[in-house]
């Protein structure tokens, strides 16, 4: 009996999502920001909550929630057709991060004008590839072609190259508090980029449904830049 009510509890404590595994995916940072703020609030109120994250590109987390690889992901804009649902929660500027002796350094804000001729580092592969394709974009509309060196290293060391003035490096908002010597950010005007939370409209973790809940209400809470 003793075991019995024990397995009672436990089932118990899963449907109100006070244990379980959860499988995230992310597209930015999780050193400040929105996604820092949420998961410090949930780690909070579920300890017990077993957190597993993954980064990559919008299209490569579409494909693990089809695949129930992923429970959720929070991704960089909505523009691939897809079937699941989908919730803009937060926005942020774009930054690019250069070291402290470049010429542009010196200006508050930069336009793309300014950094068409620069070599942009960018990582291999998952969100270096969605970074690339819109600094492509971005760039191509005022008849300019990028430059890249692709860069198979995380984003810490991506800022070592900045510093040792290898080249320049697209960065978000919530990016910036990473703090490299010699590095220095500057927004980029009327960049402002849309998040997502995208998740399968069958989801049955009852985690993920409290994740999603209260990322709907801190996203209510907060004024986002427009």
Request: some cysteine; aromatic content about 10%; glycine content about 6%.
């Amino acid at each position: 009996m003793s075991q019995f009510d024990e397995g009672v509890r436990e089932a118990g404590a899963i449907g109100r999502s006070e244990t379980g595994h959860l499988r995230v995916g992310l597209f930015s940072s999780i050193a400040s920001g929105f996604v820092s703020q949420l998961f410090t609030a949930y780690d909070h109120k579920h300890p017990n909550v077993e957190v597993s994250f993954w980064e990559g590109s919008a299209a490569q987390h579409l494909l693990s929630i089809k695949k129930s690889q992923l429970d959720l992901a929070f991704t960089i804009g909505n523009r691939q057709s897809h079937p699941h649902d989908a919730h803009e929660l937060w926005r942020e500027r774009v930054f690019v991060a250069v070291w402290d002796t470049h010429p542009l350094s010196t200006k508050s804000e930069l336009n793309w004008s300014d950094l068409a001729h620069e070599t942009f580092l960018v990582r291999l592969g998952g969100p270096g590839d969605e970074v690339r394709e819109y600094i492509s974009l971005r760039l191509n509309e005022i008849g300019r072609r990028p430059r890249f060196l692709i860069q198979n290293i995380g984003r810490y060391r991506l800022l070592r190259l900045v510093a040792w003035r290898r080249g320049v490096a697209a960065m978000l908002a919530s990016e910036t508090a990473i703090s490299i010597p010699g590095v220095i950010y500057r927004p980029i005007a009327c960049e402002i980029l849309p998040f997502f939370v995208v998740s399968s409209a069958r989801i049955d973790n009852p985690a993920a449904r409290t994740l999603l809940s209260m990322a709907r209400t801190l996203s209510r809470s907060k004024r986002w830049p427009s």
